[in-house]
């Protein structure tokens, strides 16, 4: 697949392989809102070409959305569900994209267990506590509520109730609803890849951070948000470098019981 942007800030997607002779279109150059191909030249625009139709883009502010029909093996949505967001003008955006050698329910699960946060992420989290888990099928199944402290230094943290809800079955969201930050919400998002030559399912995590507060600080903060991204996409890193390994070892050992039946 290649993705491009017209003049107008549109987004635009379609398949990764020139309908000439095949050339990797993501090497291609962008002019005037044209994909031009570096093997012959041929210049595809929005509008498609005979043997190439670009696929349905939908640009929610934060995140692309490329719609891939029959890929999917699902009935497609009309437009992504996209969960509701602080407000675009006092809030500082970050996504964060890794990949694992597992599938999208490893990563789903792994998410949906705040247990591990302060024993497997101890450098990010402290004095975790689980309050709310959902116990039946009412009155909120899809709601977990916990509360902890995110770490500043040693022993210290800056505590916070955050809620874990699913929106879709491949989205995990949090969003802080006591303490500092109020309102923002970190979305996680399991894309599944296929697989890779040996057939291990490929997953992506797409992980947005969008992080909103009332202090003056960080009104500040907005104005050099090209500085602090980089620092809200190292921390969402970080995370998901352990977080990925506990959601492939959970798809190592499903797969060996499977193998084993
Ligand atoms: S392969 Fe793209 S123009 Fe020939
Ligand atoms: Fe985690």
Redesign the pocket.
């Known amino acids: 697949m290649v993705a491009w942007r017209t003049p107008d800030g549109g987004a635009h997607a379609g398949p990764g392989a020139?309908?000439?002779?095949?050339?990797p279109?993501c090497r291609g150059a962008v002019d005037e809102g044209n994909l031009v191909?570096?093997?012959?030249?041929?210049s595809l625009g929005p509008q498609g070409f005979p043997g190439w139709s670009p696929y349905p883009v939908h640009d929610d502010g934060v995140l692309v959305w490329v719609r891939l029909n029959e890929v999917g093996g699902e009935d497609p949505l009309e437009a992504p569900v996209v969960p509701e967001r602080p407000e675009r003008a006092a809030s500082i955006a970050a996504v964060e994209s890794m990949a694992g050698r597992c599938e999208p329910e490893d990563i789903i699960a792994n998410r949906l267990d705040p247990w591990h946060g302060s024993w497997f992420h101890p450098y990010s989290f402290v004095a975790l506590r689980v309050l709310e888990v959902p116990e039946g099928p009412e009155p909120d199944p899809d709601r977990m509520v916990v509360e902890v402290g995110f770490k500043v230094a040693g022993r210290w943290g800056v505590p916070v109730q955050a809620e874990f809800i699913c929106p879709e079955p491949r989205t995990v969201l949090m969003r802080i609803i006591k303490g500092e930050g109020v309102g923002s919400v970190v979305e996680t998002h399991a894309t599944p890849l296929g697989s890779d030559a040996s057939g291990v399912p490929r997953t992506a995590v797409v992980e947005a951070t969008i992080a909103s507060s009332e202090r003056v600080g960080f009104s500040l903060a907005r104005r050099v948000a090209g500085a602090v991204r980089p620092f809200m996409r190292a921390t969402a890193r970080r995370l998901w470098r352990d977080d990925l390994a506990y959601a492939e070892r959970r798809y190592l050992l499903r797969s060996a019981r499977r193998a084993e039946d």
Do not use: E, I, K
Request: with cysteine; charged share 10%; net charge positive.
């Open positions: 020139c309908p000439h002779l095949g050339a279109l191909c570096r093997w012959h030249g041929l």
